[in-house]
């Protein structure tokens, strides 16, 4: 368990220092971009000893592990991150453990997360809206086409809190093509703010896994989502 728990913090700092790194090439402050963990792949234990390191973002990308890791750490002060799709009839049991969605893909979702902050009488639930830059047909996702138009029925939506865009890059290991796709989804913010005349201020922009998230940083991500390369050398 020490072995493990020293392996992780050592993982842990090698990449928060590639991201300080990469926030400097891209001429930016390494405040200005957040990890979040994303720990599908471990189980509490693992969870908990990233925490003990440091590291207060967890994510997860589907729901039910959300609810059993949260369960379990739940007096460790991690923030959650939803990060996969959410169907709508876990939106409930979802709502109360989440810090941020990362993956508000469709309009029926983010109504369903409207009315039910209203059932709860919560605060607005900041919410990212994940777009499919990659236009691959098995990830899911609005099409950058579709946001511009959707103004009108979020505007119709007051308790949830557009904060900004999530994307994944389309093929692993093609950092050309993930670059592009990256800075796509930053004009594509840029676009929506002056479209949008400033509703949502739009400042995160989630974007960036294991294997491209300096490029992600590069790019102008605020969040990135690292799961692999925070768990890697344990037995
Ligand atoms: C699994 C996952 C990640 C992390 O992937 P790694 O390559 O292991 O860092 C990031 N984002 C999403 C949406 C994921 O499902």
Redesign the pocket.
């Known amino acids: 368990m020490v072995f493990l728990a020293d392996r992780i913090a050592d993982n842990l700092r090698v990449v928060l220092g590639r991201m300080a790194e990469a926030a400097r090439r891209g001429g930016r402050s390494a405040d200005d971009v957040r990890l979040v963990a994303?720990t599908?792949?471990v189980g509490p234990g693992e969870a908990l000893a990233l925490v003990a390191a440091g590291c207060h973002d967890l994510?997860e990308?589907r729901p039910q592990q959300l609810w059993r890791k949260a369960a379990a750490l739940k007096t460790a002060g991690v923030a959650w991150h939803l990060?996969?799709h959410l169907q709508r009839n876990k939106v409930a049991r979802t709502l109360p453990l989440v810090s941020l969605v990362?993956?508000g893909d469709s309009l029926r979702l983010l109504e369903a997360l409207d009315a039910e902050v209203a059932c709860a009488k919560g605060d607005p639930l900041p919410v990212l809206l994940e777009v499919n830059v990659s236009g691959d047909a098995a990830k899911h996702g609005l099409a950058p086409g579709e946001l511009e138009p959707l103004a009108d029925s979020l505007a119709r939506l007051p308790r949830i809190e557009i904060q900004g865009l999530m994307a994944?890059a389309g093929r692993?290991g093609n950092l050309d093509d993930a670059r592009r796709e990256f800075a796509a989804l930053r004009q594509l913010r840029d676009e929506l703010r002056a479209a949008w005349a400033g509703r949502w201020p739009l400042d995160e922009l989630s974007m960036g896994?294991?294997?491209d998230?300096e490029v992600a940083i590069e790019e102008g991500a605020t969040l990135v989502?690292?799961?692999?390369?925070l768990f890697q050398g344990l037995e």
């Open positions: 994303v599908k792949y994510g990308s990060i996969g990362h993956s994944m692993e896994m294991s294997g998230y989502r690292v799961g692999s390369a």
